[in-house]
């Protein structure tokens, strides 16, 4: 099964948080931040004006983002967990 995101959405992928701190801490599974930086595994076509013209996306597949911490809806299908968002969730692209 695959997701395929409608009109301005986009399916990410999390990557995994950093389980240490700069000081060599490792941290316990709760004390974890939420990933900001996710991989960019699906995109809609586009957000449609009012004229019918479809606005094209600015990421695509395979970018490196960083997303709102809080943002887009969780999902989990055959075994993975994604995230789909907004485009305009997407605060940057990781180059």
Partial sequence: MTIKPLSNRVVLKNLEAEETTKGGIILAGAAKEK???????????????????????????????????????????????????KENDILAIVE
């Fill in 35 to 85: 990933p900001q930086v996710a991989e960019v595994i699906a995109v809609g076509e586009g957000e449609k004006t009012q004229e019918g013209k479809i606005i094209p996306m600015t990421v695509k597949v395979g970018n490196k983002v960083i997303i709102s911490k809080y943002s887009g809806t969780e999902v989990k299908l055959d075994g993975e967990e994604y995230v789909i968002v």
